[in-house]
């Protein structure tokens, strides 16, 4: 059975007709078009769909649509602008850490959620904190510099 | 300088287009229902329900598959002797690895298609199956095809013009040498893993009679070919397009069996017909890498300088022959012997075997690693029987530069590389000298410290044809077009900056474009570390063509003399006067002058080059702890120190490195697809169940360049996409080794775990304390 939900995803309100227990990863990418939290495992095994609800960094893909309520989601596309983009964002580029870019959307998600709860971790904290994410490419070690790098942007 | 990546903002913003964001407008959904037993008869399949379930419009089986033609989507390089068996995209009478495709539901939506196959029923017989390479070649063994007794997919004698009389002086060197040192190493079955899953979107439009294939390749020209081949179709009858891709690692190269099947639903129903992978369907229908068991024997004389090497190599290539299945495990692994080292007999024998698993393909190496890895494990167990010092006795045996251009054993010429150099600087940047007062530090604190060092040497490029189009598209740009696909080496920012340097122009006005065959472009796929060598030199010829054409429009429209005419910074110019066209009005001459028939062609120039192996090489050492106590290892530093020629983009190098050495990594301390040798399941199959290296398993990585420029290609580059794999396997597991006192740890295999590193230190601290 589906039913109708109003979800506020990037600043603005749309509404969604699902099943409940559908994941958020699927309203985002199929019924809202957004293209940007990736498909990973599907079991919050990798972390490529990773989005901000009220801030926090969650796993798209084992997140019912009927827990989401009113919750703020952010996704990767609204994170930043073009014209001003997250700290977390510009550093990534700086440091040119990405290949593929696939699963840098948890990466990125992870990271902006880690420096919003501590602004200067340490290296064990920053390592701890991505734990459970995947990357194939192997880029892990720019993503550390990068990390450091956005904390030390964001003062 | 910082070159940043063109392709990040994009990326970095969420604005990436890989092939599961860009749904096709009416697209209908695959699922494939698959095979859970390892080996067994299809004794009934009845599809009858799923064909009227909700939202259902097909159900596609071997039936329909034959019907149209489509029998095997078998394809590999031709070998004397080798066996290929069909490979039917759904399976007709048997299955012979689990996972493999049975039957495919095409559906409204994806979970319509995936509840609808829930109802139809398969009646299997299940027969007795075997997954270990080695037991395949036992007597009494399951036997998986006819036409390939003992299981045996091809025996391959090795590159020797005369394997026999060759295989006889290596024996005799072998018996009568001072020190033979002999290991049998395993090198466990992979998953690779990409992030983003395979999938593929086929269409198919009558009034042309042609399809288009939007997949996830590593090049589309020559899957391409392949698929054309598959279908029975001319090649003009079918387009692929790729456009970004997540990862591939060799994988998504070889053609797969779900192509074919979206290609003929799609053309049955009309509309377009879009499968894209799960994870753990990933796991049981990607191909797989490595899975081989390799035993050397290498002998030295009395100072341990290297005699002779033989090698026999057993190697896994799965229940089907995937499309470089048994090339990588013959020629692709023969052809990298004898790495840095002078050994003037070598003699290669390689066995590979069907068995009941995934297919074999190509991940990241490719036979190189497996090579790496055997040489470097002997030149190990020599230092442990000859007592020679590890490091000594690798310099010892190292081909000098004086020696280069250096004719192989295997056939190879080694065009360029400063070995000893290389190697000095490694063992200097990694402060080899201090070793062992940290390792005295260590054990202080009750850990046991090691140092593994592992020199490799590789073959890039594969295939040597490549071809790239320059062309101008109108307005002031100039677009590069290549059939080599980007699944995250950053070409968007390396070959348009070749064409903008040589161009005297911004690189902006430089568009790269790929992943279309409609362009015309021939060539292999990015495989093999060969896209900058390869496609490097094709946009270099390219554009050197482009503008000798350009001198003759100029020449013709100025109305002076060829050789008047020269290139400069966006211009031609006409010597000794003020005359010059710019480069685009030049390409908008040559237009007109082409449609009014002066001349025969555009500016617009697609060509093919041919560009040699290129041999990348380098020094790489691990150094890392060990608590003896819990069996954990903590990595703690890593050097490489490559040849890779010619840099194009230090932080794609940089990169590629990086990534090499974390796959290298994981399969030495982590990684293993393990299947149950009872009845064939693949037992890792999530991510919960096979680990792959996380950012707080990794070490910090050092890399040097010390680039000796090739003289095979233009450019002067070499290879670099494997090359931090192939080195760093052995590195790590040499540092394991070494960090295990006595020779608890000599006969370890991959991946050392935590369980075998501590059994291994348990049985270390045992010896030691008799």
Wanted: glycine share 8%.
């Amino acid at each position: 059975m589906t039913e109708k939900f109003t979800l506020n995803v990037n600043g603005k309100t749309q509404t969604v007709d699902a099943d409940p227990d559908m994941p958020l990863l699927y309203a985002l990418r199929n019924d809202l078009g957004l293209s940007n939290p990736h498909f990973g495992c599907g079991l919050a095994q990798c972390g490529a769909c990773t989005v901000h609800v009220d801030g926090a960094a969650v796993r798209s893909c084992v997140t019912p649509l009927s827990s989401v309520g009113n919750a703020k989601v952010v996704t990767l596309s609204g994170l930043g602008t073009p014209e001003k983009p997250h700290p977390v964002q510009t550093a990534f580029i700086q440091e040119e850490v990405f290949q593929c870019g696939y699963c840098l959307n948890g990466w990125v998600m992870t990271s902006a959620a880690l420096l919003e709860q501590k602004k200067k971790p340490t290296d064990a904290e920053i390592r701890q904190g991505l734990s459970g994410l995947k990357c194939r490419c192997g880029t892990h070690m720019g993503i550390l510099r990068a990390v450091k790098r956005a904390s030390e942007m964001m003062g | 300088m910082k070159q940043p990546r063109v392709e990040d903002d994009a990326l970095t913003r969420g604005a990436g287009r890989f092939l599961d964001d860009a749904p096709q407008p009416g697209e209908l959904h695959a699922y494939f229902l698959r095979s859970p037993h390892a080996h067994a008869k299809v004794s009934s399949l009845d599809v009858e329900s799923a064909r009227t379930a909700p939202g259902v419009l097909a159900v596609l089986t071997a039936a329909d598959m034959k019907a149209a033609n489509i029998t095997s989507i078998a394809r590999h390089v031709p070998m004397p002797g080798l066996v290929i068996p069909l490979r039917p995209p759904l399976a007709d009478e048997r299955v012979l690895h689990i996972g493999q495709p049975v039957a495919a539901v095409i559906a409204e939506t994806a979970r319509q298609a995936r509840d609808a196959a829930e109802m139809i029923n398969v009646e299997y017989d299940v027969l007795p199956s075997v997954v270990d390479v080695r037991q395949a070649i036992k007597p009494g063994a399951p036997q998986l095809w006819p036409e390939a007794p003992n299981n045996i997919n091809v025996d391959w004698p090795g590159p020797a013009a005369d394997p026999a009389a060759n295989a006889a002086e290596v024996e005799q060197i072998i018996a009568n040498a001072a020190h033979v040192a002999r290991i049998t190493v395993v090198n466990q079955r992979l998953i690779v893993a990409s992030m983003e899953t395979r999938g593929a979107t086929g269409s198919y439009d009558a009034a042309s009679d042609r399809y288009t294939l939007r997949v996830c390749s590593q090049g589309v020209s020559p899957l391409r070919d392949v698929m054309a081949s598959v279908m029975g179709l001319k090649k003009e009858q079918l387009r692929l397009i790729t456009e970004d891709v997540g990862g591939a690692f060799g994988m998504k190269s070889p053609a797969y069996p779900e192509y074919p099947v979206v290609l003929l639903a799609a053309k049955k129903l009309g509309r377009p017909v879009h499968w894209m992978s799960d994870r753990s369907e990933a796991f049981i229908s990607d191909n797989q890498g490595r899975d081989a068991v390799t035993e050397g024997a290498l002998a030295l004389d009395d100072k341990g300088h290297f005699l002779a090497l033989r090698v026999r190599h057993l190697a896994n290539v799965g229940g089907f022959l995937s499309v470089a299945g048994a090339n990588l495990a013959t020629v692709l692994f023969a052809k990298c012997f004898p790495q840095m080292y002078r050994i003037p007999k070598i003699d290669i024998g390689v066995r590979c075997v069907f068995t009941n698993t995934l297919p074999l393909g190509p991940y990241r190496g490719a036979g190189r690693p497996e090579s790496n890895y055997a040489m470097e494990r002997l030149v190990e167990e020599a230092a442990r029987i000859t007592g020679i010092d590890r490091a000594k006795l690798r310099r010892r045996n190292l081909i000098p530069r004086s020696a280069i251009p250096f004719r192989t054993e295997v056939g190879t010429l080694y065009d360029s590389g400063d070995f000893p150099v290389v190697y000095d600087k490694a063992l200097a940047q990694a402060d080899y000298a201090g070793f062992n007062k940290r390792r005295r530090e260590s054990t202080k604190r009750g850990r046991w410290r090691g140092i593994g060092i592992s020199c490799f040497l590789e073959h890039s490029g594969g295939s040597p044809t490549e071809g790239a189009l320059v062309a101008f598209p109108g307005g002031n740009v100039v677009s590069l077009g290549l059939n080599v696909q980007s699944t995250g080496q950053g070409h968007a920012s390396v070959f348009p900056q070749l064409v903008a340097q040589r161009l005297g122009i911004p690189s902006e006005q430089v568009i790269h474009r790929h992943g279309d065959t409609d362009m015309g472009i021939e060539g292999a796929a990015s495989v093999a570390s060969r896209s900058a060598m390869t496609a490097g030199s094709a946009t270099f010829r390219a554009t050197e063509a482009m503008l000798a054409k350009g001198v003759v429009v100029v020449a013709k429209a100025l109305d002076v003399a060829q050789d008047k005419v020269s290139y400069r910074d966006g211009y031609f110019e006409v010597a000794s006067t003020n005359h010059r066209l710019s480069l685009f009005d030049a390409a908008s001459r040559a237009k007109e002058m082409f449609a009014r028939g002066e001349i025969a062609e555009t500016l617009d120039t697609n060509i093919t080059v041919d560009t040699p192996l290129s041999f990348p090489n380098g020094c790489h050492v691990a150094e890392l702890e060990i608590d003896p106590d819990t069996g954990v290892i903590t990595t703690l530093n890593y050097t490489a120190v490559d040849d890779n020629g010619t840099v194009l983009h230090p932080a794609i190098l940089y990169g590629q490195l990086h990534g090499g050495i974390a796959q290298g990594m994981g399969q030495a301390l982590m990684e293993f697809a393990h299947y149950d040798s009872e009845n064939g399941q693949l037992v890792t199959g999530s991510f919960q169940d096979y680990a792959l290296p996380r950012a707080e398993d990794m070490p910090p990585i050092h890399v040097g360049v010390h680039a000796v420029p090739a003289t095979t290609n233009p450019l002067g580059v070499k290879g670099v996409g494997e090359a931090g794999t192939t080195a760093s396997i052995a590195a790590f597991m040499n540092a394991v080794m070494d960090a295990i006192p006595g020779d608890a740890a000599a006969t370890l295999d991959m991946p050392a775990t935590q369980e075998k590193v501590w059994a291994a230190c348990q049985k270390a601290k045992a010896a030691q304390g008799k």
